[in-house]
């Protein structure tokens, strides 16, 4: 099995609040997995690709709010 190969945006800004994801498993398993960055041996979150592209869209057009 190909293991998930994590990165944080480019536009983190290195708080320690962060997520990673793993794109390289969108092809060939059709899931994004998500992580918390303080926490990479902790648990994974598998999310689909479509609800993962929503969710960037959402967050893109400014419908989840601002920090």
Known sequence: MTEPQF???SYSS???DCV???A???ASHGVVPVRDSKNPTGPVLD???GAFASFVASVKSGKL???
């Open 14 to 16: 290195n708080g320690g």
């Open 47 to 49: 999310v689909s690709t």
């Open 65 to 67: 709010g601002t920090v």
């Open 24 to 26: 390289n498993l969108v």
């Open 7 to 9: 990165f944080k945006s």
């Open 20 to 22: 990673e994801v793993a």
